[in-house]
C-alpha cells in the first residue's frame, strides 16, 4: 500500500465518526419570527471547475476537501487553497452578476465564512438557507451539517452539535451544472443563476418548538352560509413527538384566544369560531392581516395573517365567495434594474408596485417559489399570487428520483407559504409535453399537493394540443386534477398574428380559465411599422389582437401575459435586440415602459 492509500482508508474509517452531529430537519415555519443570527455578507469563495476540493485525482470524494479549511501547520506542508486570500462577494446573490468572470459559469463555487457563536444557553440551532441554487453542500467547522438539492426553496440543519464557543466556520459547495434528471432539467428559458442566492441565517430554537403551524379561514360551505360564525381551523405540530405542552393561539384584535394541550404525536388542533361581522377578510381591495401571537410552553412567536376563502363553482373563481376576475401577470425572480436574483423587500416592493401600476390583483411567480420577501410584500400589497415549482418542459418522467426531487419541492414551498392569504394557486408544471409517463408523473405530484394543502387551487400551465382551421383544442388528461384550467398560447408571437380573430377556442372542461401566458418581444426604444418584429409597436399590437382574442373565451377568469419585465436567457441570442435577454417584458430591463403596457393597463380597467 502506497502512503496515500494508507492515508485513504483511515480518513475512511474515520469519515462515519465526521459525519454525526448534524441533521437536516423539516423546514421551521415562519423563521422571521425566531431569534436569528444573519450570516448574509461577505463570503470568502473559491471557483472549483474540475471539483478539486470535493474529489480526489481517481474522482472518489475526497477526506482533505476544502471543506476541512486547512492551513498548512508547517513549512513544508503543501495545502493549495486558502480563503482568507480569496476573493469575496457578498450574500446572498448569484455569482454571474456579481464577478464578471462568472457570467456563464455553471459548476461548482464553494464559499466561506467565519463567524462568532450566538450564547445558546440550553437552545438549539439551525443553520438556515432561504435558498442555494442547485446542488449544495454544508460543512461547519470541518464537519459534513447536510446535503441539499433544489434552488428555489428553503432548508435548515440542526448543527447545534457542531458548533463551539468562538470562532465558528461555515463552508457551502454550490454547483449549478444542469442535468437531464434534475427539477428544472438541462433547458429552461431563464439564467442558471448559481450561489447563495438568498438569506443565510443561524436560528435559535428551544429544543421543542412549534415546527408548523397553519391558520386557515374554512370556506363557508362547510358550515352553511349566511352563518352568524366564520370557522379557523388551527392546527400546529411540534418537531417532537411529545405530549402535554402548552401550545396557545392569540389573535388579539379578534379576541380569540385558544390553549391546547399537544396530543402523543406532538400535535394540536382546535376551529376557532369568530362573529363573521367581527372578521375583515383579506382582499386586494383591502388586504387586512390580524397579528397573531403563538406560544409554545414559554416561548412566544409573532405572525400576520389573513383570512380569506378561495374556490371554484362551475367556470368562475371565487374570492371569499364573489366572482374574482385574475389581472396578472407573469414575473421571474430578478433585480428591477438589470439582471442577476432578486432577494429583498425593495425589489419585491419595485416589482410589485409595477404590477399594481398595470392593474394587476394577481401575479405569477414564474417558474419556480420566489423568495419569501415577494410572497410577503405582495400579500400586504393585495396581489393574488400563483405560486410554481420548475416542473418545467422535458421532465425525466420516468425517473423515480425526479418525482422524489419535485415532491420535495411542491412540499417546502407548501411548507414555507401556507399561512400566506394571497397565495391562491400550487401550480405543479408548465409547458409538459403529453405522454402516459408525464400524467403519471403530473398526476401523483397533483394528487401529492392536495395532500399537502387542500384549502387552495391547483393549477399547471398546459398547451393547446390540437389547431387546425382556426380552432384550438385543449385536451389534455390532466384536466382531472387541476381546479382551474391553465393554459399558455403564443398568436402573434410563434404564430401570425393575424390569425387572432379568427381563432376558437374549444376548451371542454366545466373548469375556471386562465390563458397562463401570452406575449411577444420588443426592445424598448425601437419604434418601426406593426409588423416588424422586435418594434414596440409590434408588441403593441399583439396585445391589442391577443386581448380581443380573450374576450372571447368562454369562462376566462384571469390572465397573466408573459412578463412583466425583460429578463435574461442565454437562450436569447440575437445581437442588437436580446443581448441574453428575453424581451417580452412590458418593461425593459432597466425599468422603462414599453407602448404594450399600456394597451394591458386600459384592458385591466374594463375588467
Ligand atoms: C413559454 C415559457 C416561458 C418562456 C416563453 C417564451 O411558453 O413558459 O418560460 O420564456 O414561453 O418567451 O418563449
Not at 476544502?66 to 508547517?74: C, D, E, G
Not at 464557543?165 to 442558471?192: L, M, S, Y
Not at 380569506?308 to 371569499?320: F, G
Request: charged content about 25%; proline content about 4%; aromatic content about 12%.
Amino acid at each position: 500500500m502506497t502512503k496515500k492509500q494508507i492515508i485513504t482508508m483511515i480518513a475512511g474509517l474515520l469519515m462515519p465518526l465526521v459525519t454525526m452531529g448534524a441533521e437536516q430537519v423539516p423546514l421551521l415555519q415562519n423563521v422571521q419570527a425566531y431569534e436569528s443570527m444573519s450570516l448574509n455578507g461577505d463570503w470568502n469563495y473559491i471557483v472549483d471547475v474540475q471539483e478539486e476540493g470535493y474529489y480526489d485525482y481517481r474522482m472518489n470524494p475526497t477526506h482533505w476537501g476544502f471543506f476541512l479549511n486547512a492551513k498548512p501547520q508547517r513549512p513544508e506542508d503543501l495545502i493549495e487553497y486558502d480563503f482568507d486570500k480569496s476573493p469575496t462577494m457578498k450574500i446572498p446573490s448569484d455569482w454571474n452578476t456579481q464577478d464578471e468572470q462568472l457570467f456563464f459559469y455553471e459548476g461548482t463555487v464553494w464559499f466561506k465564512r467565519s463567524f462568532q457563536a450566538m450564547p445558546m444557553d440550553d437552545c438549539r440551532t439551525l443553520l438556515y438557507f432561504g435558498a442555494v441554487n442547485y446542488d449544495c453542500h454544508v460543512w461547519v467547522n470541518g464537519k459534513r451539517a447536510g446535503h441539499h438539492v433544489g434552488g428555489f426553496t428553503p432548508f435548515n440543519f440542526d448543527v447545534s452539535d457542531l458548533l463551539k464557543e468562538g470562532e465558528n466556520t461555515v463552508i457551502v459547495k454550490v454547483d449549478n451544472k444542469r442535468h437531464a434528471e434534475d427539477v428544472p432539467t438541462q433547458i429552461f428559458d431563464w439564467w442558471n443563476y448559481g450561489g447563495i442566492t438568498r438569506d443565510v441565517m443561524l436560528v435559535k430554537v428551544t429544543p421543542v418548538y412549534l415546527e408548523d403551524y397553519s391558520l386557515q379561514l374554512l370556506r363557508s360551505n362547510l358550515q352553511g352560509s349566511g352563518s352568524k360564525y366564520r370557522e379557523i381551523s388551527f392546527s400546529a405540530r411540534l418537531n417532537k413527538k411529545e405530549s402535554g405542552h402548552q401550545v396557545c393561539v392569540y389573535i388579539p384584535e379578534l379576541k380569540l384566544e385558544q390553549q391546547l394541550t399537544t396530543d402523543a404525536e406532538g400535535t394540536v388542533r382546535a376551529t376557532l369560531k369568530v362573529s363573521s361581522k367581527k372578521l375583515t377578510l383579506w382582499s386586494p381591495e383591502n388586504p387586512k392581516l390580524y397579528d397573531v401571537r403563538l406560544s409554545l410552553d414559554t416561548s412566544t412567536y409573532a405572525d400576520q395573517i389573513g383570512f380569506r376563502t378561495i374556490e371554484t363553482r362551475d367556470k368562475e373563481i371565487l374570492l371569499n365567495g364573489q366572482p374574482i376576475f385574475l389581472k396578472g401577470i407573469c414575473m421571474h425572480e430578478e433585480k428591477p434594474n438589470g439582471g442577476g436574483r432578486a432577494n429583498s423587500t425593495d425589489d419585491a416592493r419595485t416589482l410589485l408596485s409595477w404590477a399594481k401600476e398595470l392593474g394587476c390583483n394577481f401575479v405569477r411567480l414564474a417558474h419556480y417559489p420566489h423568495n419569501e420577501y415577494m410572497v410577503r410584500e405582495a400579500e400586504r400589497m393585495g396581489i393574488l399570487v400563483w405560486s410554481e415549482i420548475p416542473v418545467y418542459w422535458t421532465i425525466a418522467w420516468t425517473n423515480p428520483k425526479t418525482l422524489e426531487n419535485a415532491k420535495q419541492q411542491l412540499t417546502d414551498m407548501i411548507a414555507r407559504d401556507h399561512n400566506r392569504a394571497n397565495i391562491i394557486i400550487w401550480s405543479i408544471a408548465n409547458e409538459t409535453p403529453h405522454s402516459k409517463e408525464r400524467d403519471a408523473f403530473l398526476g401523483s405530484l397533483a394528487q401529492y399537493a392536495r395532500t399537502l394543502d387542500n384549502t387552495r387551487l391547483i393549477s399547471m400551465a398546459m398547451e393547446v394540443t390540437g389547431a387546425s382551421n382556426y380552432v384550438n383544442r385543449l385536451n389534455d388528461n390532466m384536466n382531472q386534477y387541476v381546479d382551474v384550467v391553465s393554459f399558455n398560447q403564443y398568436v402573434g408571437w410563434y404564430r401570425d398574428v393575424n390569425d387572432a380573430p379568427k381563432m376558437r377556442w374549444e376548451i371542454p372542461y366545466n373548469k375556471p380559465v386562465i390563458i397562463s401566458e401570452f406575449g411577444g418581444g420588443a426592445r424598448y426604444g425601437y419604434h418601426g411599422a406593426k409588423n416588424l418584429r422586435w418594434t414596440e409597436e409590434f408588441q403593441e399590437n399583439l396585445y391589442i389582437e391577443n386581448l380581443a382574442m380573450l374576450d372571447k373565451i368562454d369562462g376566462l377568469a384571469g390572465t397573466t401575459p408573459w412578463i412583466l419585465k425583460d429578463f435574461r436567457s442565454p437562450r436569447r441570442v440575437l445581437p442588437g435586440i436580446q443581448d441574453y435577454y428575453n424581451r417580452k417584458g412590458l418593461f425593459s430591463d432597466k425599468g422603462e415602459k414599453k407602448r404594450a403596457f399600456y394597451v394591458l393597463k386600459k384592458w385591466y380597467e374594463t375588467k
